[in-house]
């Protein structure tokens, strides 16, 4: 069983278009993130979102934004996407302040 | 505002070679500090975890030190394999008010037969 699941792994679209990424985890984790993996390989937080409190990053654009259904899942949607966009985002989860555990990542190309 | 920096940013050795990795960070107020391992076009897997309270960590032919006070770590590999080969990841753990791990930039390690 997949501890941290995200879908899709692949995403081609046009610029301008909005897209979500899903996010599962089965670790009864509390807290969920997204990072994103830029085209040098690095990593930064975009968001956490632990018992509905949302942290963002202040340099996230307000075009992304995370949804939460419940405790379980955290998605990303994607609004007005843009060609700077382009880039692996991973979603994780962690219980509280404890060890991080990732997903496979999703790797988003905006064309 | 915590920085991480990792050193070498690459890094080559023969095969059977110990090795030694580097980590620094800005802000020593922090919970715990985790490896990561990063194969090419994959995820993120967790190697070893040390807690704000530990001095080391080891896991078979790694061993993970951390040394709060100077804001250092290190990642040991001993007998190096090819299978070694890698992107390695130090991420300085949450700290209060915050749950996030900040990266370093991370170490291309690469084992040579």
């Known amino acids: 069983d997949t501890a941290v699941s995200q879908t899709p792994k692949y995403l081609v679209t046009q610029m301008g278009n909005d897209k979500s990424i899903k996010c599962e985890q089965n670790?009864?984790?509390?807290?969920m993130y997204w990072y994103k993996q830029d085209s040098k390989k690095f990593l930064k937080i975009m968001f956490s979102?632990?018992?509905?409190?949302?942290?963002i990053n202040e340099t996230v654009p307000n075009r992304f934004s995370p949804k939460s259904p419940d405790k379980a899942h955290l998605n990303l949607h994607i609004n007005s996407l843009e060609l700077g966009d382009s880039a692996v985002y991973f979603c994780?989860?962690?219980?509280?302040?404890?060890?991080?555990?990732f997903g496979s990542g999703t790797r988003l190309t905006v064309v | 505002k915590q920085e991480v920096t990792q050193i070498p940013a690459a890094l080559s050795v023969p095969e059977g070679e110990n090795l030694v990795l580097n980590c620094s960070f800005t802000?020593?107020?922090?919970?715990?500090l985790q490896w990561f391992r990063q194969d090419p076009g994959k995820g993120l897997t967790s190697l070893l975890l040390?807690?704000?309270?530990?001095r080391e960590q080891t896991s078979g032919r790694l061993n993970a030190s951390l040394d709060k006070s100077s804001g250092r770590s290190t990642l040991y590999i001993a007998a190096s394999q090819p299978g070694d080969s890698a992107t390695y990841l130090c991420?300085?753990?949450?700290?209060?008010?915050?749950?996030?791990?900040?990266f370093g930039k991370g170490t291309k390690l690469s084992v040579i037969p």
């Open positions: 994780a989860s962690s219980q509280n302040r404890g060890p991080g555990t």
């Open positions: 670790l009864g984790h509390d807290t």
């Open positions: 979102y632990n018992n509905k409190e949302l942290i």
């Open positions: 040390i807690q704000s309270s530990q």
């Open positions: 991420a300085s753990g949450p700290g209060a008010g915050s749950y996030q791990l900040t």
């Open positions: 802000d020593s107020a922090i919970y715990n």
